[in-house]
């Protein structure tokens, strides 16, 4: 490890390899520590220049007996796993920013004083965090490869590290918590680490039900103490009671694009779920407030409600209690399929939140300031926040399901079929069927199961309060036709609900187009008188990046915010973006705060929605600390947006970028789309066919198991790169356009002044910058060599790490830098330090693949295994996996 990485995280991760060591020494034997020694003592001198160590390991790894290979996969994809606890704790300890780089993510304090030196007063920061609607949507995407029972361990390992640092004067504490840590590390070692069957949409519900019952349960009270600390500060004032800056939604149990597992059914289930637990959750508040509030001065208002009663707030608290415990019963006796004879339960969040803001105002009326603003004003926190269902659940589903609906009953109807109609006889019968007060389907139409499960899905909807639903997100989208199918649909079988209507614009041809798109859409009087003046419009990060390369597509998402911006001023329409990111920088992914900073000014105007992923939810969100720390730097960068927009990108900007865009696209899809060997080269060289058996998500691969890579999902698609380490979604086409544009005069010149005065041109560069630092061209070149044997496909793979070594030359250029990150010195260590335990990995990860092909596909169960683990410890080492 280098010397300068900070003593604290050097320290933890030398605490937690020792336990691990001890753990397997006594498990499988002094000499079986000694082959992991002897492995990563290669793979270390190998990363220093030493080829003939490079060699060694290979040969070594290659010579393992087959029952080592599982116990040595596992021994270093755990060391991965504790290597991410260390740096995870010191992020929090320490409060590091997202990104490791000094200064480049303010504080919100720093940041509330830049912005009043900027002309803006005190109460219109006030009114800008109150007015705020960001929400963070969490996201079952498959790629958080670990199981939930080690979470929860790794969880427990970082509460041990905190115990022994905090114990220096206390050594039979810092002991104990030491047992414990090594209690821990043993468990973790003797439980499986991967699933043996893949998780069902409910269970992928739970665990992120899980993530706010232990994390954010606290982490949100905490949040709004600091900003209210800060408010006084600068304005002299409290955020409101009622506001929420920051929320939370979800898409577990409602993302059925793709996915035959979500149904009807399992979306009423998971909103059931989200009711039991928040009555849970909240029943353990208002024990702890009945405890707390015994005193006995109250205003009039609470002595009213209560009457005669010598404690007041235990009274009416007793009486809260009663009914948000109903709540959880009547939720437990509907999941459990019986009937609830029970007393009146909560269906509201006023019905939750008024009768403990009575309390509130009572206290503060006799003068009880300081118990007001205590635990009492956290749990109306949370309510603000979390509501009664903790997060809003989102529906998506594709719009062909939508047109097949109709399609069907176009025809039963004997109107024609639906999906042979042009846009314009859609758009006229749709309109008119919304306006026209008769029902359109029958009662008794016995449609298609497919038809009966869209429909089924939007009884759901009927039945629901509208304050346990988030958005309806049309995936594939691309026409007026295709939200107003959705409104039909809500108005048909949706009853008194209706929730906002989301096109999701996916592909690059559907991002050129997302602007006419929406503008048709509002300027149909037929569904503003529906809609009113807001609107939602959803931006795809992965499938467009597939589509077309990440840097055309980056661009082309730029475009696509700044047409919607203009178009929603013109209507007058409140426009919120939801942005598709995922946790790559080849699915938009990257640090939040530079992400958001570097949007078109005026797209972030107090309103945000923008998912989380995967393991990125667990990284961001996973622990109280890390999650304080994560909503600060939301918030701090919508607020920073909002009131100190970043600056328009100069005319002639746009022209380098319409260039550089034009030729990556070309580069990208003359590889991927044209050349007749990249499929071949794609199945051969990635573990892509048995990333399908990893039991990652409950979403099938491929939207469609027949077909090619444009049927593939772009998460696995992603997933199947980063394992190589070639990374080749996000950068592929990136180095023809700086490179013809480094060859001509002023292009260097242009492209660094884009860099230092556009933030979305710099934000790109450093995403690169940081997958570059990832990527290892002789890993790739390993794998090739062992698992491809056609010459043309061999001449494709040099091709291909011939074009990222120029770009790596190219974007050093740009950067005016030696090497990669050294502006982000400790995220260049983190990679250093885990690349001795990812190297011997992905030897054995080529190997098992080599070994598996070889016997077609029947390899022991054992060495499957050791496949598996293989993959979750290269994503566990590079994190950001997918």
């Given at each position: 490890?280098?010397?300068?990485?900070?003593?604290?995280?050097?320290?933890?991760?030398?605490?937690?390899?020792?336990?691990?060591?001890?753990?397997?020494?006594?498990?499988?034997?002094?000499?079986?520590?000694?082959?992991?020694?002897?492995?990563?003592?290669?793979?270390?001198?190998?990363?220093?220049?030493?080829?003939?160590?490079?060699?060694?390991?290979?040969?070594?790894?290659?010579?393992?007996?087959?029952?080592?290979?599982?116990?040595?996969?596992?021994?270093?994809?755990?060391?991965?796993?504790?290597?991410?606890?260390?740096?995870?704790?010191?992020?929090?300890?320490?409060?590091?920013?997202?990104?490791?780089?000094?200064?480049?993510?303010?504080v919100?304090?720093?940041?509330?004083?830049?912005?009043?030196?900027?002309?803006?007063?005190?109460?219109?920061?006030?009114?800008?965090?109150?007015?705020?609607?960001?929400?963070?949507?969490?996201?079952?995407?498959?790629?958080?490869?670990?199981r939930?029972?080690?979470?929860?361990?790794?969880?427990?390992?970082?509460?041990?590290?905190?115990?022994?640092?905090?114990?220096?004067?206390?050594?039979?504490?810092?002991?104990?918590?030491?047992?414990?840590?090594?209690?821990?590390?043993?468990?973790?070692?003797?439980?499986?680490?991967?699933?043996?069957?893949?998780?069902?949409?409910?269970?992928?519900?739970?665990?992120?039900?899980?993530?706010?019952e232990?994390?954010?349960?606290?982490?949100?009270?905490?949040?709004?103490r600091d900003?209210?600390?800060?408010?006084?500060?600068?304005?002299?004032?409290?955020l409101?009671l009622?506001?929420?800056?920051?929320?939370?939604?979800?898409?577990?149990?409602?993302?059925?694009?793709?996915?035959?597992?979500?149904t009807?059914?399992?979306?009423?289930?998971?909103?059931?779920?989200?009711?039991?637990?928040a009555?849970?959750?909240?029943?353990?508040?208002?024990?702890?407030?009945?405890?707390?509030?015994?005193?006995?001065?109250?205003?009039?208002?609470?002595?009213?409600?209560?009457?005669?009663?010598?404690?007041?707030?235990?009274?009416?608290?007793?009486?809260?209690?009663?009914?948000?415990?109903?709540?959880?019963?009547?939720?437990q006796?509907?999941?459990?399929?019986?009937?609830?004879?029970?007393?009146?339960?909560i269906?509201?969040?006023?019905?939750?939140?008024?009768?403990?803001?009575?309390?509130?105002?009572?206290?503060?009326?006799?003068?009880?300031?300081?118990?007001?603003?205590?635990?009492?004003?956290?749990?109306?926190?949370?309510?603000?926040?979390?509501?009664?269902?903790?997060?809003?659940?989102?529906?998506?589903?594709?719009?062909?399901?939508?047109?097949?609906?109709?399609?069907?009953?176009?025809?039963?109807?004997?109107?024609?079929?639906?999906?042979?109609?042009?846009?314009?006889?859609?758009?006229?019968?749709?309109?008119?069927?919304?306006?026209?007060?008769?029902?359109?389907?029958?009662?008794?139409?016995?449609?298609?199961?497919?038809t009966?499960?869209?429909?089924?899905?939007?009884?759901?909807?009927?039945?629901?309060?509208?304050?346990?639903?988030?958005?309806?997100?049309?995936?594939?989208?691309?026409?007026?036709?295709?939200?107003?199918?959705?409104?039909?649909?809500?108005?048909?079988?949706?009853?008194?609900?209706?929730?906002?209507?989301?096109?999701?614009?996916?592909?690059?041809?559907?991002?050129?187009?997302?602007?006419?798109?929406?503008?048709?859409?509002?300027?149909?009087?037929?569904?503003?008188?529906?809609a009113?003046?807001?609107?939602?419009?959803?931006?795809?990060?992965?499938?467009?990046?597939k589509?077309?390369?990440?840097?055309?597509?980056?661009?082309?998402?730029?475009?696509?915010?700044?047409?919607?911006?203009?178009?929603?001023?013109?209507?007058?329409v409140?426009?919120?973006?939801?942005?598709?990111?995922?946790?790559?920088?080849?699915?938009?992914?990257?640090?939040?705060?530079?992400?958001?900073?570097?949007?078109?000014?005026?797209?972030?105007?107090?309103?945000?929605?923008?998912?989380?992923?995967?393991?990125?939810?667990?990284?961001?969100?996973g622990?109280?600390?890390?999650?304080?720390?994560s909503?600060?730097?939301?918030?701090?960068?919508?607020?920073?947006?909002?009131?100190?927009?970043?600056?328009?990108?100069?005319?002639?900007?746009?022209?380098?970028?319409?260039?550089?865009?034009?030729?990556?696209?070309?580069?990208?899809?003359g590889?991927?789309?044209?050349?007749?060997?990249?499929?071949?080269?794609?199945?051969?060289?990635?573990?892509?066919?048995?990333?399908?058996?990893l039991?990652?998500?409950?979403?099938?691969?491929?939207?469609?198991?027949?077909?090619?890579?444009?049927?593939?999902?772009a998460?696995?698609?992603?997933?199947?790169?980063?394992?190589?380490?070639?990374m080749?979604?996000?950068?592929?086409?990136?180095?023809?356009?700086?490179?013809?544009?480094?060859?001509?005069?002023?292009?260097?010149?242009?492209?660094?002044?884009?860099?230092?005065?556009?933030?979305?041109?710099?934000?790109?560069?450093?995403?690169?910058?940081?997958?570059?630092?990832?990527?290892?061209?002789?890993?790739?070149?390993?794998?090739?060599?062992?698992?491809?044997?056609?010459?043309?496909?061999?001449?494709?793979?040099?091709?291909?790490?011939?074009?990222?070594?120029?770009?790596?030359?190219?974007?050093?250029?740009?950067?005016?830098?030696?090497?990669?990150?050294?502006?982000?010195?400790?995220i260049?260590?983190?990679?250093?330090?885990?690349?001795?335990?990812?190297?011997?990995?992905?030897?054995?990860?080529?190997?098992?693949?080599?070994?598996?092909?070889?016997?077609?596909?029947?390899?022991?169960?054992?060495?499957?295994?050791?496949?598996?683990?293989?993959?979750?410890?290269?994503?566990?080492?590079?994190?950001?996996?997918?």
């Amino acid at each position: 490890m280098s010397d300068d990485l900070h003593e604290s995280l050097r320290d933890n991760v030398r605490v937690l390899g020792d336990s691990l060591g001890h753990t397997i020494a006594d498990d499988l034997g002094d000499a079986f520590v000694d082959k992991i020694e002897t492995i990563r003592a290669y793979a270390k001198r190998g990363r220093q220049g030493d080829v003939a160590a490079q060699r060694e390991l290979i040969e070594y790894l290659r010579g393992l007996p087959d029952h080592d290979l599982l116990p040595v996969t596992r021994a270093f994809n755990q060391f991965l796993n504790l290597a991410n606890i260390a740096e995870q704790h010191y992020r929090a300890r320490f409060r590091r920013v997202e990104d490791y780089k000094p200064g480049s993510q303010p504080v919100l304090g720093e940041l509330l004083g830049r912005i009043r030196e900027s002309g803006h007063s005190p109460r219109s920061i006030v009114e800008t965090l109150a007015g705020m609607r960001v929400e963070l949507v969490l996201t079952a995407h498959p790629t958080e490869v670990i199981r939930r029972t080690l979470i929860q361990k790794y969880d427990a390992i970082d509460e041990c590290l905190t115990l022994m640092e905090s114990a220096a004067d206390y050594p039979e504490k810092g002991s104990r918590a030491h047992a414990r840590l090594d209690e821990l590390i043993s468990q973790a070692w003797h439980t499986d680490e991967i699933r043996h069957e893949r998780p069902t949409p409910v269970d992928e519900a739970k665990w992120g039900f899980a993530v706010i019952e232990n994390s954010l349960w606290e982490a949100v009270p905490n949040f709004h103490r600091d900003l209210d600390n800060l408010l006084l500060e600068t304005a002299g004032e409290r955020l409101p009671l009622d506001a929420a800056p920051l929320r939370f939604a979800s898409w577990m149990g409602g993302d059925r694009d793709g996915n035959p597992n979500v149904t009807a059914k399992v979306t009423r289930e998971v909103l059931l779920l989200g009711r039991w637990m928040a009555a849970d959750l909240y029943l353990r508040d208002l024990e702890q407030l009945k405890g707390e509030l015994s005193m006995w001065k109250a205003n009039s208002a609470l002595k009213a409600e209560v009457g005669d009663e010598a404690e007041p707030y235990r009274a009416l608290l007793k009486r809260l209690i009663s009914r948000v415990e109903a709540t959880r019963d009547w939720a437990q006796a509907t999941l459990d399929g019986e009937k609830y004879d029970g007393g009146p339960i909560i269906e509201t969040r006023d019905q939750l939140y008024a009768p403990l803001l009575a309390c509130y105002r009572s206290l503060c009326d006799v003068g009880l300031d300081t118990i007001a603003n205590g635990v009492l004003l956290d749990t109306l926190r949370r309510i603000a926040v979390f509501g009664v269902t903790l997060a809003k659940l989102d529906v998506r589903q594709e719009a062909g399901r939508h047109a097949l609906v109709f399609d069907e009953l176009s025809d039963y109807l004997g109107l024609g079929h639906y999906r042979e109609w042009d846009e314009q006889k859609r758009q006229d019968f749709l309109l008119s069927e919304l306006e026209s007060p008769r029902p359109l389907i029958p009662r008794r139409w016995e449609c298609s199961t497919e038809t009966r499960e869209v429909i089924d899905t939007f009884r759901v909807i009927a039945n629901e309060h509208r304050e346990a639903l988030g958005t309806y997100i049309i995936s594939m989208a691309g026409q007026p036709s295709d939200v107003l199918a959705v409104a039909l649909l809500m108005k048909e079988i949706g009853g008194d609900v209706r929730l906002p209507i989301a096109p999701l614009f996916e592909t690059l041809d559907d991002l050129d187009n997302a602007g006419s798109a929406i503008d048709r859409l509002l300027s149909l009087p037929g569904y503003r008188r529906l809609a009113g003046d807001r609107q939602e419009v959803m931006i795809g990060y992965s499938d467009s990046a597939k589509d077309a390369g990440q840097l055309a597509a980056a661009w082309a998402q730029y475009r696509a915010q700044e047409t919607l911006v203009e178009i929603c001023d013109r209507h007058r329409v409140d426009l919120t973006l939801f942005h598709g990111r995922g946790g790559t920088v080849g699915r938009g992914g990257g640090p939040a705060h530079a992400a958001i900073l570097s949007q078109p000014p005026g797209s972030v105007n107090g309103s945000l929605r923008v998912t989380e992923q995967g393991e990125m939810i667990r990284f961001k969100f996973g622990q109280p600390d890390i999650a304080l720390r994560s909503m600060e730097i939301y918030a701090s960068a919508v607020l920073e947006a909002t009131l100190l927009p970043p600056p328009s990108p100069q005319p002639e900007w746009r022209q380098e970028m319409d260039r550089l865009a034009g030729i990556a696209h070309g580069a990208y899809v003359g590889v991927v789309r044209e050349n007749p060997d990249f499929v071949p080269y794609f199945r051969a060289v990635t573990p892509e066919e048995a990333l399908g058996r990893l039991p990652l998500g409950s979403r099938p691969a491929k939207r469609r198991q027949e077909g090619g890579v444009e049927s593939l999902r772009a998460i696995p698609w992603i997933f199947a790169w980063t394992q190589i380490r070639l990374m080749l979604p996000a950068w592929l086409g990136s180095g023809e356009a700086f490179a013809t544009r480094l060859e001509e005069e002023n292009g260097l010149q242009r492209l660094q002044e884009m860099r230092q005065h556009w933030p979305f041109f710099g934000t790109y560069l450093d995403m690169l910058e940081m997958l570059l630092a990832k990527a290892d061209i002789e890993i790739a070149a390993y794998y090739e060599h062992r698992l491809v044997d056609e010459p043309s496909l061999k001449a494709l793979g040099q091709q291909l790490r011939d074009r990222l070594m120029r770009l790596h030359g190219g974007l050093l250029q740009i950067l005016d830098q030696q090497e990669l990150l050294e502006g982000t010195p400790l995220i260049r260590q983190a990679i250093e330090v885990r690349n001795p335990y990812i190297d011997p990995l992905h030897g054995l990860q080529a190997e098992l693949l080599q070994r598996n092909r070889d016997a077609d596909g029947a390899i022991s169960p054992a060495l499957s295994r050791a496949l598996m683990v293989t993959m979750a410890g290269i994503a566990a080492g590079l994190r950001n996996t997918g």
